[in-house]
């Protein structure tokens, strides 16, 4: 009987335990009061009208992405742009008019040469080009702007001045979108290839460091300042106020691809955005990534293009790398490229030449050419190992999304600087147009395909694209708050949006870093050191130095 008394005394124990437990339970759930995360949408302005003077899929896509949530929202979006790229069947409520230009084509243009390095000396042409349709297209978002009421602009930021022109001049506000971030957000430390500099200056020596901080700067300001004077004179004579002013910037992009750096409250990232669905493989194309283990990918967008030779070099070390076993697949779609784009024959490094047109008419078992391929659904596949690409910056996202290694040919613009930042976080190597060679291509291609580093790099980098991929609803709540704001204060008042605008284009560049204070106390120290000199020396006295003169006795 005393044997059971401390048994009895726990169970007794447990059970007032357990008592208490449901009961302060039950007493939380019944005070629980849910967190309301949304807001009441119905004071807030509605009308958003989505600008972009280049056009294409690569520039208007990742914008429509990010307001395609705001339509699910019940806001009304209406696109502004050249090119044939016509969203609206993948953005139902989307209304979409056409500027009356043709899309921005390298191919037709004259000054464009595939065998040159494309840079900032190509920028005034393309410039003449939007300088050229900028009254036309002022006069267009004007009145696309005033006859659907919207209330807030999403420009492209690329040769887009008119649309952040208009938008200005109408006293709305406007927010700026490109996935270079230079652009919006410059450091000292970082430039771009395009502008005749490497993305990083940190290793860079003094020289290096000054040719880039004060020399390029100059030489590309002067190379552009023509265009840009002829622009300014057009807004004068059409008296359009020029004024760069935006609300916020959103960069597609992300550090751990891009380079670190701070921004401001009124420029952030909020990239990779990425589409929820993508076309799904054709059933050709389905049988054929199916048969084959190893698949290289190639593609370089919707605008850029190379050389004959460089084609055939890069046919030949296809067909090499399938000979040799590396890879056992090809899957290229010729987008800007036609199949008289090609010699005749290629001639193999162990001497044996084959026909070209056959492979190009898919009679090769394991290379198919197509016209164009839904890309992600093709790097999403297992069985691609590896994608030749021209580093533009949607296939860049779509590639470290779905861990695929890639070897680079840019070709100009942005994918220079792009293929420098891939080949920093260890996850691509990069080839030169200029200077294409087979054996480089095999020797990079194996290394991509078996370098564990590369490997573990691509999981890394692909988790951070995965969790990062999510901001476009970020983009979208800030478009919001915007709108918002814009209800509650006249966005003309200077202090619109003040709650992100830094100090420092407020203060100016001396006040803002302080250089008048530290220039106060640099003088207060040059006079105590200037005092201190001065009192020792004062406080010196010679030795008098005596000359004994003998007198001669008279």
């Given at each position: 009987?005393?044997?059971?008394?401390?048994?009895?005394?726990?169970?007794?124990?447990?059970?007032?335990?357990?008592?208490?437990?449901?009961?302060?339970n039950?007493?939380?759930?019944?005070?629980?009061?849910?967190?309301?995360?949304?807001?009441?949408?119905?004071?807030i302005p509605?009308?958003?009208?989505?600008?972009?003077?280049?056009?294409g899929?690569?520039?208007?896509?990742?914008m429509?992405?990010?307001v395609?949530?705001?339509?699910?929202?019940?806001y009304?979006?209406?696109?502004?742009?050249?090119?044939?790229?016509?969203?609206?069947?993948?953005y139902p409520?989307?209304?979409?008019?056409?500027?009356?230009?043709?899309?921005?084509?390298?191919?037709?243009?004259?000054?464009?040469?595939?065998?040159?390095?494309?840079?900032?000396?190509?920028?005034?042409?393309?410039?003449?080009?939007?300088?050229?349709?900028?009254?036309?297209?002022y006069?267009?978002?004007?009145n696309?702007?005033?006859e659907?009421?919207?209330?807030?602009?999403?420009?492209?930021?690329?040769?887009?001045?008119?649309?952040?022109?208009?938008?200005?001049n109408?006293?709305?506000?406007?927010?700026?979108?490109?996935s270079?971030?230079q652009?919006?957000?410059?450091?000292p430390?970082k430039?771009?290839?395009?502008?005749?500099?490497?993305?990083?200056?940190e290793?860079?020596s003094?020289?290096g460091?000054?040719?880039?901080?004060?020399?390029?700067?100059?030489?590309v300001?002067?190379?552009?300042?023509?265009?840009?004077?002829?622009?300014?004179?057009?807004?004068?004579?059409?008296?359009?106020?020029?004024?760069?002013?935006?609300?916020?910037?959103?960069?597609?992009?992300?550090?751990?691809?891009?380079?670190?750096?701070?921004?401001?409250?009124?420029i952030?990232?909020?990239?990779p955005?990425?589409?929820?669905?993508y076309?799904?493989?054709?059933?050709?194309l389905?049988?054929?990534?199916?048969?084959?283990?190893?698949?290289?990918?190639?593609?370089?967008?919707?605008?850029?293009?190379?050389?004959t030779?460089?084609?055939?070099k890069?046919?030949q070390?296809?067909?090499?790398?399938?000979?040799?076993?590396m890879i056992?697949?090809?899957?290229w779609p010729?987008?800007?490229?036609?199949?008289?784009?090609?010699?005749?024959?290629?001639?193999?490094?162990?001497g044996?030449?084959i026909?070209?047109?056959?492979?190009?008419?898919?009679?090769?078992?394991?290379i198919?050419?197509?016209?164009f391929?839904?890309?992600?659904?093709v790097?999403n596949?297992?069985?691609t190992?590896?994608f030749?690409?021209?580093?533009g910056?949607?296939?860049?996202?779509?590639s470290?999304?779905?861990?695929?290694?890639?070897?680079?040919?840019?070709?100009?613009?942005d994918q220079?600087?792009?293929?420098?930042k891939?080949?920093?976080?260890?996850v691509?190597?990069?080839?030169?147009?200029?200077s294409?060679?087979?054996?480089?291509?095999?020797?990079?291609?194996s290394?991509?395909?078996?370098d564990d580093?590369?490997?573990?790099?691509?999981k890394?980098?692909?988790?951070?694209?995965?969790?990062?991929?999510?901001?476009?609803?970020?983009?979208?709540d800030?478009?919001?708050?915007?709108?918002?704001?814009?209800?509650?204060?006249?966005?003309v008042?200077?202090?619109?949006?003040?709650?992100?605008?830094?100090?420092g284009?407020?203060?100016?560049?001396?006040?803002?870093?302080?250089?008048?204070?530290?220039?106060?106390?640099?003088?207060?120290?040059?006079?105590l050191?200037?005092?201190?000199?001065?009192?020792?020396?004062?406080?010196?006295t010679?030795?008098?130095?005596?000359t004994?003169?003998?007198?001669?006795?008279?």
């Amino acid at each position: 009987m005393i044997k059971r008394k401390p048994i009895l005394l726990l169970l007794i124990l447990f059970l007032l335990n357990l008592v208490f437990y449901v009961n302060v339970n039950t007493a939380t759930t019944q005070n629980y009061i849910p967190r309301k995360i949304d807001f009441d949408r119905s004071g807030i302005p509605k009308n958003i009208l989505v600008g972009s003077y280049a056009g294409g899929r690569s520039h208007v896509k990742p914008m429509l992405d990010v307001v395609a949530i705001l339509i699910e929202r019940g806001y009304n979006v209406t696109l502004l742009t050249t090119g044939r790229y016509e969203p609206s069947s993948e953005y139902p409520g989307l209304k979409q008019i056409t500027l009356g230009n043709t899309e921005l084509n390298l191919k037709s243009s004259k000054k464009f040469k595939i065998d040159e390095i494309f840079d900032y000396r190509l920028l005034p042409h393309i410039m003449d080009l939007r300088i050229n349709d900028y009254k036309n297209n002022y006069e267009k978002y004007k009145n696309v702007a005033k006859e659907y009421n919207i209330d807030l602009f999403f420009c492209d930021v690329f040769m887009n001045e008119v649309c952040i022109d208009v938008a200005n001049n109408l006293k709305k506000p406007v927010i700026a979108f490109t996935s270079t971030i230079q652009l919006m957000g410059p450091v000292p430390y970082k430039s771009d290839p395009l502008y005749g500099c490497d993305v990083e200056l940190e290793n860079k020596s003094f020289f290096g460091r000054f040719w880039c901080a004060a020399i390029q700067p100059l030489i590309v300001s002067y190379t552009l300042k023509p265009s840009e004077n002829r622009l300014d004179d057009i807004r004068r004579q059409l008296n359009i106020k020029s004024a760069s002013k935006v609300s916020l910037a959103l960069i597609d992009t992300f550090f751990g691809f891009e380079i670190p750096q701070t921004l401001p409250p009124n420029i952030q990232e909020i990239g990779p955005v990425l589409s929820e669905e993508y076309p799904p493989l054709t059933s050709e194309l389905s049988d054929f990534i199916n048969s084959h283990k190893r698949v290289i990918y190639v593609a370089f967008g919707t605008r850029f293009f190379t050389t004959t030779e460089n084609n055939n070099k890069i046919l030949q070390s296809l067909v090499e790398a399938i000979n040799k076993k590396m890879i056992d697949g090809v899957i290229w779609p010729l987008v800007m490229t036609s199949r008289d784009s090609f010699y005749s024959t290629l001639n193999l490094t162990d001497g044996t030449k084959i026909q070209t047109l056959p492979i190009l008419n898919n009679e090769h078992p394991h290379i198919h050419i197509i016209k164009f391929a839904p890309q992600f659904a093709v790097l999403n596949h297992t069985n691609t190992k590896l994608f030749l690409s021209h580093a533009g910056a949607g296939s860049i996202h779509e590639s470290l999304y779905t861990g695929t290694p890639m070897l680079t040919i840019p070709f100009g613009g942005d994918q220079m600087g792009n293929a420098q930042k891939l080949k920093s976080a260890g996850v691509a190597l990069t080839l030169s147009k200029l200077s294409l060679d087979v054996n480089d291509i095999l020797s990079k291609m194996s290394i991509l395909l078996e370098d564990d580093k590369v490997k573990k790099n691509l999981k890394r980098l692909e988790v951070l694209t995965k969790i990062n991929s999510k901001r476009k609803y970020r983009a979208a709540d800030l478009i919001e708050y915007i709108l918002h704001s814009s209800s509650l204060e006249e966005y003309v008042n200077d202090d619109f949006l003040k709650e992100w605008a830094p100090a420092g284009p407020r203060m100016g560049f001396i006040k803002a870093n302080n250089l008048d204070v530290y220039g106060v106390i640099l003088g207060i120290v040059l006079v105590l050191i200037g005092g201190i000199i001065f009192k020792l020396f004062n406080s010196y006295t010679p030795t008098p130095s005596f000359t004994v003169v003998k007198l001669k006795k008279v």
